[in-house]
């Protein structure tokens, strides 16, 4: 399966002052496998950047098929 994600924070349609942003979300890969990568893009998929995985990483055979992700966004 595919890697699924969503953007939780900010919220559909929120108001966010200029500047720099923190995009958090989560991702789901589905069949007890670990998510290595979450890959983002905030202008329609010109252009794509690697967010940072919350936590610590799982021990081998012992992953989550789910993991918080977040990105600082300029």
Do not use: F
């Amino acid at each position: 399966l595919p890697v699924q994600s969503a953007i939780t924070h900010p919220r559909p349609g929120a108001a966010v002052p200029a500047g720099e942003l923190t995009v958090k979300g989560y991702a789901w890969s589905g069949g007890g496998r670990e998510v290595v990568r979450v890959d983002v893009s905030l202008d329609g998929g010109r252009t794509w950047r690697v967010a940072r995985l919350a936590g610590e990483r799982p021990v081998p055979g012992r992953a989550w098929a789910w993991a918080l992700w977040e990105l600082q966004a300029p």
